[in-house]
């Protein structure tokens, strides 16, 4: 328990005085916050009660996932689904940042890059809001498409999958447009040039130079997007309404509305067991530590 | 391709085509619900029916109330404006206190804890929210059976709703304010030390000077992302509801343009804080939101 500052100290107990006062809130927080709600979470979704305040360990709540085809097809479904938004988010971003880093340059560059920031300093109710006015039966695109006649009748756009995705990818761009940019800035022009003089096509330095060298980029954007879109609530929610099924509102009914905080908990842990499962996938696939990742996000 | 290289014309159009798209994607629906904040009708959706400022100052007789005489809105507003208050005040603190620990010392186990510190970020919002919510009912069941306590505080309600965001927006605090840590030259302290300052002058005349670019960076990014939480805030709030949980009630009831209105207020204020950030100081990482919807 060294202080690492070579520094004359008043007194010898200083530094462990300090240190003791420093540790405090980061131990205070972590625990109470994080590790001990956690516990709790666990000890709740793996007991039963079998009369009032009478409370037996069990597996039931994670038998009742799997028996009930409804839960495990939601789980699935909402697992298929961020995995989509993450890969069309992938797609969106990767040409702006592109644009970004190579394509515009000095000023352009930089105000493109604010630019694109700038819708997500705004809450994501407000443009969850902005959403369903552009997209329902009475709204702003539906209208315009009767205006144009492409249909007779202005179409129903919310409450579909691609609604869904629509919405994700949109609340997710940042995440992902922000560590491609960060990758692509150090990858070095002169390395796109030399392929391209040595005839190289486009797709080839996309795949032999761009893609391995913003590899870290990449990564940290899905992991980040995916643990987004995984855990939203609001989107998947507003856009899809009943349709949407997404398994953070089943852990939503049954925490608040059935009350049945032992099935919710269990959600729950099923919910962080495949985030976790995906985010450390992610990582060994692409030989990452999860500390770079997340400084790099 | 590059810049450097050429382009053909196809590809040059192309390009510009799809930033144009791009941005459209972006800002439409921004740009309606600023539009609509103004249209005179009683639902925000086409067509124009002309300009009114009904939906910010009409009167409740008039059978539209705006956003100024919306006693509810303006009530989960200043709901909001407490709770975010509070969570930037503990977090830009334990952020600080932790990027000192976690900088300036050498302990057993601070590898660990650094990737403790880190957890946060990757547990969804609803899951913090009902772990919190069902330890602190846990705690309130002990403290009634055992002490005949009850304490308001562990239900439901806005102390939980501080608690629950402050416990991954102070990992926030913590990364942005010990990256700038980070690049401090420790000789500046060594010179004040040799010159005969104290340890107290020291921290109060440089350090924290240095640090205060990050300071007030992550208090800003502290506040905003308290202001905009939904998901844990969801899970934890009691009867008082802050501005986004009062926003999606409504907006699950059926869209009223008031709604458009405190929205443009929200775009407004976060755009002017934005712009302020932007303006003072050298550029810290302050410059972009993190990750705003755990």
Redesign the interface.
């Known amino acids: 328990?060294?202080?690492?500052?070579a520094?004359?100290?008043?007194r010898a107990w200083t530094?462990r005085l300090i240190?003791t006062?420093?540790?405090a809130?980061?131990l205070l927080?972590?625990v109470a916050?994080?590790?001990?709600?956690?516990m709790?979470?666990a000890l709740?979704s793996f007991r039963e009660r079998v009369a009032p305040h009478e409370y037996e360990p069990s597996l039931g709540q994670y038998q009742t996932f799997f028996a009930e085809p409804l839960y495990w097809q939601v789980f699935v479904r909402t697992a298929v689904l961020s995995v989509t938004a993450t890969a069309l988010t992938l797609l969106?971003a990767f040409?702006?940042a592109w644009?970004i880093t190579?394509?515009?340059?000095g000023r352009a560059s930089s105000l493109?890059f604010?630019?694109?920031?700038?819708?997500?300093?705004?809450?994501?109710?407000?443009?969850?809001?902005?959403?369903?006015?552009?997209l329902?039966e009475?709204?702003?695109l539906p209208?315009l498409l009767v205006k144009l006649g492409l249909t007779a009748m202005p179409p129903e756009l919310l409450y579909h999958d691609a609604t869904i995705l629509t919405g994700l990818v949109?609340?997710s761009?940042?995440?992902m447009v922000?560590p491609l940019v960060s990758s692509l800035e150090s990858l070095d022009?002169s390395l796109?040039?030399a392929a391209?003089d040595l005839g190289a096509s486009?797709l080839a330095i996309l795949r032999h130079i761009v893609i391995p060298h913003a590899a870290p980029g990449i990564t940290a954007g899905c992991i980040?997007v995916f643990?987004?879109c995984?855990?939203?609530?609001?989107t998947p929610n507003?856009l899809g309404g009943k349709n949407s099924q997404w398994f953070?509102e089943l852990?939503?009914t049954q925490?608040?509305v059935r009350f049945n905080?032992e099935q919710?908990?269990a959600f729950?842990f099923l919910?962080?067991g495949l985030?976790?499962a995906i985010?450390a996938l992610g990582l060994r696939m692409s030989g990452q530590r999860?500390?770079d990742v997340?400084?790099r996000? | 391709m590059i810049a450097s290289l050429p382009r053909p014309a196809w590809l040059r159009a192309a390009t510009a085509l799809y930033v144009a798209a791009f941005l459209v994607f972006l800002f439409a629906p921004l740009l309606i619900v600023a539009v609509f904040a103004f249209n005179n009708a009683s639902y925000p959706a086409p067509p124009w029916r002309g300009f009114t400022l009904d939906w910010f100052l009409g009167s409740p007789t008039s059978g539209r109330a705006g956003l100024f005489h919306d006693t509810q809105l303006l009530g989960s507003l200043w709901t909001s404006l407490i709770v975010a208050i509070w969570v930037t005040l503990l977090s830009v603190t334990v952020g600080t206190a932790n990027s000192f620990l976690m900088e300036r010392y050498r302990f057993r186990g601070k590898q660990l804890l650094s990737i403790l510190m880190l957890i946060p970020l990757v547990i969804p919002g609803v899951i913090l929210g009902i772990s919190i919510l069902s330890l602190s009912s846990r705690v309130a069941e002990l403290l009634d059976d055992l002490l005949g306590l009850d304490l308001d505080f562990l239900r439901p309600g806005l102390p939980l709703v501080v608690v629950g965001q402050f416990s991954y927006i102070a990992t926030i605090a913590t990364l942005m304010i010990s990256a700038r840590l980070k690049r401090f030259d420790l000789t500046l302290e060594e010179a004040a030390l040799n010159l005969g300052a104290s340890h107290a002058a020291v921290l109060r005349t440089i350090t924290l000077p240095y640090l205060r670019p990050a300071l007030i960076g992550s208090a800003a990014i502290s506040f905003l992302m308290s202001f905009e939480n939904f998901n844990t805030t969801l899970m934890l709030v009691g009867s008082d509801a802050p501005l986004t949980v009062m926003m999606y009630g409504r907006m699950r009831e059926g869209a009223s343009p008031v709604l458009n209105a405190v929205s443009l207020f929200l775009m407004l204020a976060s755009a002017l804080l934005a712009l302020s950030l932007m303006r003072g100081g050298p550029r810290t990482s302050a410059g972009r939101p993190g990750p705003a919807s755990t």
């Not at chain 1, 328990?1 to 500052?5: D, K, Q, S």
């Not at chain 1, 520094?7 to 008043?10: D, E």
């Not at chain 1, 920031?117 to 902005?130: D, N, Y």
């Open positions: 328990m060294a202080n690492t500052l520094l004359p100290l008043p530094p240190l006062l420093l540790l809130p980061a927080w972590l916050l994080i590790v001990l709600p956690h709790q979470l709740l969106v040409p702006i644009v190579k394509v515009a340059r493109l604010a630019i694109c920031l700038i819708p997500f300093w705004v809450s994501e109710t407000v443009r969850a809001l902005g959403w369903l006015i552009l329902r009475s709204g702003v209208a949109y609340t761009l940042l995440f922000v022009n796109v040039e391209y486009g980040v643990m987004l995984l855990g939203n609530y609001l507003l953070t852990i939503y925490f608040i905080w919710g908990a729950g919910l962080l985030s976790t985010v999860f500390v997340m400084r996000s």
